[in-house]
């Protein structure tokens, strides 16, 4: 396919050397693999995403991208060079990874974590904010 007067052509390769530079690929790499590994777990144990599920996740998703029609979506996939099942999949896995959040923190003796004297500060940090933010007002 000849190229536009403007076009440039970038590979896969290229973007994965800028992100390995610049130190931005190890992070990336490390919360894709925390997610799989989270959204197996999820599966085995039993935890599943119905099909209103990830419709639900898709419509937010492109509600809060200002995707309103469907050629906006399906131009917006294009453009990021995204498939429709990988999008899906993205939201599948999103829907996995808090769902078994939710599966861990009921099973979670929440004392240990509430006693840690980092979520005290946390927590005193958030009720300050919240406070501020209405003072500022």
Known sequence: ???KK???EIGVAEVVDYLRITGHFAPALREVVE???TADAA??????VTA???QKAADTFRAVQG???ARDTK???ASNGL???AFEAYLETNLLVSKFKDRLNKKAGKAKYLSSQAIKQSVKEMIYRDWLKKELK
């Open 83 to 85: 498939s429709v099942e």
């Open 52 to 54: 209103k599920q990830l």
């Open 6 to 8: 403007n076009e440039i």
């Open 43 to 48: 599966r085995k144990q039993g935890i599943k």
């Open 1 to 3: 396919m000849a190229k």
């Open 67 to 69: 995707l309103t029609k």
């Open 35 to 37: 997610r799989k590994v």
């Open 75 to 77: 131009s917006w996939l």
